[in-house]
């Protein structure tokens, strides 16, 4: 196994290296065991399988892109995925074994594992996961959310040009406590779209692709000019990112029902739960909606005014 490396406030060992916690900070435990290349020695093709969730689009070949099982014999949780990827979790959430065809990039299979397989593991762990980016300003950390392509991990990368910490780009683990909310952080990368590439760098070819098999672009959070946060940080407020049509910037207080929905729609892997978990999620959203701010930003989606939508963000927090 590897040194274990520290991510979301676990101690990650894994028997095969994973490029991107490279730059993780050692861990002094290790809290999840991950086997590349091997699958328990549970049956399973055993016929108990009880599907959980599949994606509601199939590919053209009849395939879904993900399907999540849950086997109460073995109680293991099983992700399959298209491409096939096999992944399997204990129900601890402290054993992780992921399967590949011959020659599918170790990468590639890391994207999976550090992204959907890592916040499904941390709510088994009974960890609060948002969908969320999240920088540290003034020592307190800011959290984005929003729908798929809403622009969180370029929010997150704004920040990083402008020198500010971050603390994750996909996965925003929480730790709740009365009265108050700490954001772990993940590993020291900030994954990009090439088109957000473009409009940060003016290049999509200035950041290197995660792997060959992927599109997407990562910013190195360690390079210099660039910071990770490496310690948890209090969560000051939630934003909502929302676009509009004019070159302004609003940011708006939510009502506490509207954040607690807003919340409770950005849980990380909530489809993969089942119904226990799933009320435990509800129960967490509703705690952090009375615990943090939660507002509406809405901005134009355009790269030449990120630098206002970032002194916004940064006035809004200050006042």
Same mark, same amino acid.
């Given at each position: ?17 994973? %490029? ?8 002094s ?18 016929p108990?399988?009880?599907e ?43 054993? $992780? ?5 011959p020659?599918?990039p170790? %990468?590639?299979? +890391?994207?999976?594992?550090? +992204?959907? @397989? ?8 009974? /960890? ?6 999240? =920088? #540290? ?22 920040? @990083? ?9 996909? $996965? ?10 700490? =954001?772990?952080?993940?590993?020291p990368? #900030? ?7 473009? +409009? ?13 098999g992927?599109n ?10 660039f ?18 049509a ?25 489809k993969f739960?089942?119904?226990?978990r799933? =009320?435990? %999620?509800?129960?967490? @959203?509703?705690?952090?909606?009375? /615990? ?28």
């Amino acid at each position: 196994m590897t040194g274990p490396k520290q991510a979301w406030g676990l101690g990650l060992a894994s028997n095969l290296p994973l %490029e991107a916690l490279s730059g993780s900070v050692p861990a002094s435990r290790v809290d999840v065991a991950i086997l590349f290349d091997v699958l328990p020695a549970a049956d399973l093709a055993v016929p108990r399988w009880q599907e959980r969730y599949r994606s509601p689009d199939r590919n053209q070949d009849g395939t879904y892109n993900v399907r999540a099982a849950w086997n109460a014999d073995s109680r293991l949780h099983r992700l399959q995925y298209y491409d096939g990827v096999d992944i399997l979790l204990d129900d601890t959430g402290s054993n $992780v074994w992921a399967s590949r065809r011959p020659g599918y990039p170790l %990468e590639d299979a +890391g994207v999976y594992l550090l +992204g959907p @397989a890592m916040g499904f593991l941390l709510r088994l762990r009974g /960890t609060l996961c948002l969908h969320a980016s999240c =920088a #540290v300003i003034d020592g307190r950390a800011v959290a984005f959310i929003g729908p798929s392509g809403a622009g969180k991990s370029t929010a997150a990368g704004a920040f @990083a040009c402008a020198g500010l910490p971050i603390l994750t780009d996909d $996965v925003l683990a929480l730790r709740l406590e009365r009265g108050s909310v700490e =954001a772990l952080p993940a590993y020291p990368r #900030v994954r990009l779209w090439p088109e957000s590439a473009q +409009g940060l760098f003016g290049d999509p070819q200035a950041l290197p692709v995660i792997t060959a098999g992927w599109n997407k672009r990562y910013l190195d959070l360690r390079a210099p000019g660039f910071a990770f946060h490496e310690t948890p940080a209090p969560l000051k407020v939630v934003y909502l990112l929302e676009e509009h049509a004019r070159a302004d910037v609003v940011i708006e207080d939510m009502s506490g029902h509207e954040a607690f929905l807003a919340l409770a729609a950005n849980v990380y892997a909530s489809k993969f739960v089942d119904t226990e978990r799933r =009320a435990q %999620e509800f129960d967490s @959203a509703a705690q952090l909606a009375r /615990t943090v701010r939660v507002k509406r930003v809405r901005r134009p989606y355009d790269f030449r005014r990120l630098h206002a939508f970032r002194d916004a963000i940064r006035n809004d927090v200050g006042a």
